[in-house]
């Protein structure tokens, strides 16, 4: 078995895209090379008020549940990424209560991408996580 990361849309509105992500690691190493899981570029248009397709996006809910010894770090990507979130252990937050995580990153494309980091090396880790986007131009 090798190192995969599955990623599912769920939904891909006018206004939303739900994504539900699964990163399974062989034990044979990290991602430490950041890897795309949401990209801009392929979601679909904002509907007729705004017929151009989105150019970044806001996160609203992150709902994750990581094996113990493995952190799943997201990131806004751009020339200077930034870092989005950190998961590890069993959680979800409610971003929209605050008006969602906004792309901080230095000349931002509009993606997410993620690394991760284990701390027992040889050992196979699963995480799973569901990420709730609201799209923005």
Known sequence: MANSIVIQKLEDGPRNAIFKVDVSLDGSGDYTNPQTIVDVSTLSSM???FPSHPTRVRVDVLDWDIQASLAINLWWD???PAS???MVGRSIEKA??????????????????LTTASITPGTPLVGSFNIRCVKQR
């Open 47 to 49: 509907g007729p008020t």
């Open 78 to 80: 751009g020339l200077g």
């Open 84 to 86: 989005l979130w950190r």
């Open 96 to 113: 929209f209560h605050f008006g969602g995580l906004q792309n901080n990153a230095d000349d931002p494309n509009g993606n997410i991408t």
